[in-house]
């Protein structure tokens, strides 16, 4: 299965924040749309970053409440890692693995197409476990 696929049966909805927004509006939008980052766009519709739950908890940590205040430039992971709509499964729980990521952009020659997260790469495994299992069982009773 490729990330295309995914985003074909999870939807592609893109939810993002500009630079210069605040973490507290940032904060919103990921309560508001119960997701765990955030896209951040310039003013062009660029990708110029990514903010998860960890870079406001980390945040919150240095300044405490005052976090809430600066704006998600200074928080954000810049030039976050993304994959096109072709990288399969295995690739992405990979590349997240490696990096130690949740969220990969998923992105062609027209920019951003979806986000998927490691929860979505996690069910696709089980499901693709489950489908193996299911055919060597009937493999096995034949």
Known sequence: MKAEHILQSKGTDIFAVKEHATIAEAVAVLNDKNIGAVVVQNNDGGIVGILSERDVVRRLGDKGADALNMSVADCMTANPFTCSP???????MTQMTQKRIRHLPVTNNNGIVGVISIGDVVKRKI????????????????
């Open 86 to 92: 072709d990288a399969s499964v295995d690739e992405m």
């Open 127 to 142: 499901e693709q476990a489950e489908q193996e299992a299911a055919a060597l069982k009937e493999y096995i009773a034949t």
